[in-house]
């Protein structure tokens, strides 16, 4: 089953919005075995809106169609799908009730705007979709497309096309989605020859998108295997944001055991390949990853920060349970505050500056006396737009990371950079420097703290 995605209004063309929908449709789609071939926006205009059908009708097999329909003059999708299909739009009594009983638990005064009364219109032969959190119904439609020729390109279009559509906001999308889904099911079920489509990210950390794919490419050929990124089954496709690196591997086979062991195959060859490159899976994140570990190990972490200016702090404590391992975590942006509280020496400060190695040093020692934590870090920098100098451009980093020793816990040292093993102390003293990347401010900051907490799950065993 073929599926694309018209995701409708022209705050998406213009940059106002961000299209998270397609990205979560898709993925539940995906999850049934339903493949997504195609992802269109087009604003509120109803030529282009329909030319978009036009295509859609041609090719998929179901098509779903999220934004337009709000109770505004410029939410126009039943309209221009209704009109599309020759199918009538017309008031629907139940559904004014439903809207109208909606609105009498809203507070206020109450009553519907009469300009509401417009969503509670359906479309001829099509099951509404209730909103359990909104005002948008949206439509689900079988639409019985043999007769229809609407693309020359496509000899054979679909001989019937499903088509929904939803609000575009996206808690009530996902929630109205999450109706959907079983019949979805069913139908490719029953009319469909329903494959099982399995996805699995691989994370990667401290290595280029273009180095990994490298180092894949160079395994497979030095056994005289082909290249997999040219393979169909199990299929793969890198990204790369501004902290990490992804591998896609998508398996698709008649039954979720088969799919399953396509992809445990693969994960198994490619984890072989880097030993120490490798994050995580699926939704790992670097900072999950690292609580795990403090977790697991029931360590405490605190932190002491200038540039990233609590960012690292706030990545660790977004995560559910983070009081098992946070203790006390400051911001000392100011040099005033790295002497008082950190008792940073204000001679460190005179001579090398708030942004060294030996004031990075300096506050997490500091950090250490006060925290009562296990793993203490310290970053200073500086991330722009101002304050660079020629010896230190924008980019340039320093952290202290010390890790009190204790009975049973092995530091992993081998290549990591420990520069001082003494009084109980593992001592990390490093200064991370990427200063040939044009970043932004929030950017180094980041990847600051991104990179920092894979320095930390390093030295972790």
């Given at each position: 089953?073929?599926?694309?995605?018209?995701?409708?209004?022209?705050?998406?063309?213009?940059?106002?919005?961000?299209?998270?929908?397609?990205?979560?449709?898709?993925?539940?789609?995906?999850?049934?075995?339903?493949?997504?071939?195609?992802?269109?926006?087009?604003?509120?205009?109803e030529t282009r809106i329909k030319h978009c059908l036009q295509e859609a009708f041609s090719r998929s097999d179901l098509v779903i169609l999220t934004g337009g329909l709000g109770p505004t003059?410029?939410?126009?999708?039943?309209?221009?799908?209704?009109?599309?299909?020759?199918?009538?739009?017309?008031?629907?009594?139940?559904?004014?009730?439903?809207?109208?009983?909606?609105?009498?638990?809203?507070?206020?005064?109450?009553?519907?705007?009469?300009?509401?009364?417009?969503?509670?219109?359906?479309?001829?032969?099509?099951?509404?979709?209730?909103?359990?959190?909104?005002?948008?119904?949206?439509?689900?439609?079988?639409?019985?497309?043999?007769?229809?020729?609407?693309?020359?390109?496509?000899?054979?279009?679909?001989?019937?096309?499903?088509?929904?559509?939803?609000?575009?906001?996206?808690?009530?999308?996902?929630?109205?989605?999450?109706?959907?889904?079983?019949?979805?099911?069913?139908?490719?079920?029953?009319?469909?020859q329903a494959l099982t489509i399995l996805s699995k990210k691989i994370k990667f950390a401290n290595i280029t998108e273009s180095r990994m794919a490298q180092t894949i490419i160079d395994h497979?050929?030095?056994?005289?295997?082909?290249?997999?990124?040219?393979?169909?089954?199990?299929?793969?496709?890198?990204?790369?944001?501004?902290?990490?690196?992804?591998?896609?591997?998508?398996?698709?086979?008649?039954?979720?055991?088969?799919?399953?062991?396509?992809?445990?195959?693969?994960?198994?060859?490619?984890?072989?390949?880097?030993?120490?490159?490798?994050?995580?899976?699926?939704?790992?994140?670097?900072?999950?990853?690292?609580?795990?570990?403090?977790?697991?190990?029931?360590?405490?972490?605190?932190?002491?920060?200038?540039?990233?200016?609590?960012?690292?702090?706030?990545?660790?404590?977004?995560?559910?349970?983070?009081?098992?391992?946070?203790?006390?975590n400051l911001v000392t942006y100011a040099n005033s505050a790295k002497i008082a509280q950190l008792g940073v020496n204000p001679a460190t400060l005179e001579q090398f500056g708030a942004v060294?190695?030996?004031?990075?040093?300096?506050?997490?020692?500091?950090?250490?006396?006060?925290?009562?934590?296990?793993?203490?870090?310290?970053?200073?920098?500086?991330?722009?737009?101002?304050?660079?100098?020629?010896?230190?451009?924008?980019?340039?980093?320093?952290?202290?990371?010390?890790?009190?020793?204790?009975?049973?816990?092995?530091?992993?040292?081998?290549?990591?950079?420990?520069?001082?093993?003494?009084?109980?102390?593992?001592?990390?003293?490093?200064?991370?420097?990427?200063?040939?990347?044009?970043?932004?401010?929030?950017?180094?900051?980041?990847?600051?703290?991104?990179?920092?907490?894979?320095?930390?799950?390093?030295?972790?065993?």
């Amino acid at each position: 089953m073929k599926a694309e995605i018209i995701s409708i209004g022209t705050e998406l063309i213009i940059g106002h919005t961000v299209n998270t929908n397609a990205t979560y449709i898709s993925e539940k789609l995906n999850s049934i075995g339903i493949s997504v071939h195609y992802h269109t926006s087009v604003g509120d205009n109803e030529t282009r809106i329909k030319h978009c059908l036009q295509e859609a009708f041609s090719r998929s097999d179901l098509v779903i169609l999220t934004g337009g329909l709000g109770p505004t003059d410029d939410d126009i999708t039943h309209d221009v799908v209704a009109s599309f299909l020759g199918l009538s739009l017309s008031a629907d009594p139940s559904q004014e009730k439903i809207l109208i009983d909606k609105y009498s638990t809203m507070g206020g005064d109450g009553k519907m705007p009469r300009i509401n009364y417009k969503q509670a219109r359906t479309i001829e032969s099509a099951d509404p979709i209730e909103n359990p959190i909104g005002t948008a119904i949206g439509m689900f439609i079988k639409y019985n497309n043999s007769s229809r020729a609407l693309n020359p390109a496509y000899s054979a279009p679909p001989s019937s096309v499903y088509l929904a559509t939803f609000p575009g906001v996206p808690c009530e999308m996902e929630a109205m989605l999450a109706s959907l889904m079983p019949r979805l099911s069913q139908i490719l079920k029953t009319e469909y020859q329903a494959l099982t489509i399995l996805s699995k990210k691989i994370k990667f950390a401290n290595i280029t998108e273009s180095r990994m794919a490298q180092t894949i490419i160079d395994h497979y050929q030095e056994r005289g295997l082909p290249n997999p990124f040219n393979q169909a089954n199990p299929s793969l496709a890198p990204y790369a944001s501004l902290a990490e690196v992804y591998l896609r591997v998508t398996a698709s086979a008649p039954d979720h055991q088969s799919a399953q062991s396509l992809i445990d195959s693969f994960t198994q060859e490619i984890t072989a390949i880097f030993p120490n490159k490798i994050l995580g899976f699926d939704d790992d994140t670097v900072e999950s990853v690292l609580a795990t570990k403090l977790k697991k190990h029931n360590l405490k972490i605190s932190f002491a920060e200038s540039c990233t200016g609590g960012l690292a702090s706030k990545l660790i404590t977004d995560l559910p349970g983070a009081s098992q391992y946070t203790t006390l975590n400051l911001v000392t942006y100011a040099n005033s505050a790295k002497i008082a509280q950190l008792g940073v020496n204000p001679a460190t400060l005179e001579q090398f500056g708030a942004v060294s190695e030996e004031c990075a040093r300096e506050m997490a020692i500091g950090l250490t006396k006060i925290s009562g934590a296990d793993i203490n870090v310290s970053i200073t920098g500086i991330a722009g737009p101002d304050g660079a100098t020629p010896e230190k451009p924008i980019g340039t980093i320093f952290v202290g990371i010390i890790i009190t020793g204790r009975p049973g816990l092995k530091i992993i040292s081998e290549n990591h950079g420990l520069v001082d093993h003494s009084d109980g102390f593992y001592i990390y003293n490093r200064k991370l420097d990427w200063t040939s990347r044009r970043l932004s401010r929030e950017q180094v900051r980041e990847l600051a703290c991104k990179k920092i907490f894979w320095q930390i799950n390093s030295l972790l065993p």
